[in-house]
Structure formats: C-alpha cells, structure tokens
C-alpha cells in the first residue's frame, strides 16, 4: 500500500523554466491538497480539491495551476518558476475535506 | 485570516519526562484538530485527531481539546529521544486545514 506518491523528489529549475509536480493516492480518498512548506512558516495551501471535477485555491495559488487528473491524481504546475518558488512541496490526500490528511514524500525544488 | 499558533520552541526535556506542546486557533466554528510530527528532511505524520471537547489518548500520546479557550494540546508520556521531532497543530477553518509553524521538540537522553 504505497499511500501517496509524488515524483520527482528532488528538482532545480532555471528561472522561467516550467515543471509539473505529479501526485497519486491509492487510499480512494475524495480530497487532494498541494501545500508548500518554507523554513519558519510552516505548511501554507496552495490548492486543494474537494472532490474529483473540483480545484480551488487555497492560501497562496499566485504562479501555480493544477489539475485533478482523476480520483486517484492531482497534478500541480509552475508555468514560470521564480525563486520564489523554492520551497518543499507536499501533496496530501483525506477521505473527506474535514478529515485526516496522509502526506506524501515531498519535493524539493530549487529555482535558481 | 485564520491562524493557528505554536511556541516555535525548541521545547527540551529529560528522557522520560512529559512532554507539553500547546496550540491556539482563531475561529470558534473549527470542528477537527489534528497533531503531526515531522522529523528532519521527512514528511508529516498523523499522530492524533480530536473533534470534541475533553482528552482523547493513543498510548503515550493524550491531545486535549477545549473549543470555549480555543486551545488543543498534545502531551508526550514517557519522552523518547526518537520523539525529537517538530510537531505541527493543524485546524480545520471551513473545510481546509490550516497548520501552524509547528515546535521542535528535543528529547535529552
């Protein structure tokens, strides 16, 4: 039971450069999140998915897309990357809004 | 803004001891606390959920949640050095999670 996988784990990208972060959950679970996490600031939102057909953004959406695949993958993009945009990116996925998360591995992303 | 909000720490205590980790939040509406651990360069790991007033305990772990003082702790029995880790509180504000910025923990052996 692998839970949540992300790919890549690791990744440097030149700014302006463009990448898509891929997330899948084999827990049958209705709602998928992309977070962010930097150095003193905890896990921030910056999209999630309530349901499969549904994105919504979350806490700081601002140079990022996503897409919910299907039930099983959430997809998250950066059209342009900034450095900014270095940080740990986790995806999570819960059986219903208002219940338990289960993260994946994460990804490191650098943008030099 | 909907906040939660940690003492960053690092909180330190003897082996063996208890340890006390605390957590406020913004909005009385909030029905699910959640406590996660996280150690260095790994991704968060549920410990505990709560959703009603009162204490809920999971071996060594007990969370207390009291929504009229809007505070929800977490106590550690018996402290491990393995429990070293950061502990981050996590709320739920109208169907999303909100964390706070979590308090390291170090278990002196």
């Known amino acids: 039971n692998a839970g949540v996988t992300q790919t890549p784990k690791f990744q440097v990208l030149k700014t302006g450069q463009s990448m898509t972060l891929q997330c899948a959950q084999d827990m049958n679970h209705n709602s998928m999140y992309w977070y962010r996490q930097d150095p003193g600031m905890g896990l921030r939102l910056i999209y999630y998915?309530?349901?499969?057909?549904?994105?919504d953004k979350g806490e700081v959406p601002n140079g990022y897309n996503v897409s919910r695949l299907n039930k099983r993958e959430f997809s998250l993009r950066l059209e342009s990357a900034a450095p900014s945009q270095t940080s740990v990116y986790f995806c999570?996925?819960?059986?219903?809004?208002?219940?338990?998360?289960?993260f994946g591995q994460g990804t490191r992303l650098t943008v030099v | 803004q909907k906040e939660v909000e940690q003492n960053s720490g690092p909180l330190s205590v003897p082996e063996g001891a208890i340890a006390s980790l605390n957590c406020t939040y913004s909005d009385r509406v909030s029905q699910s606390f959640f406590w996660y651990r996280q150690y260095s360069g790994k991704s968060p790991e549920l410990i505990m959920s709560i959703y009603s007033n009162g204490d809920k305990e999971d071996g060594r772990f007990t969370a207390q949640l009291n929504k009229a003082s809007q505070y929800v702790s977490l106590l550690i029995r018996d402290s491990q050095p393995s429990d070293s880790a950061t502990y981050l509180c996590?709320?739920?504000?109208?169907?999303?999670?909100?964390f706070g910025a979590g308090t390291i923990l170090r278990v002196k052996s």
């Open positions: 996590a709320v739920e504000y109208g169907n999303k999670l909100v």
């Open positions: 998915s309530a349901s499969e057909g549904t994105t």
């Open positions: 999570a996925s819960s059986e219903h809004m208002n219940t338990e998360a289960f």
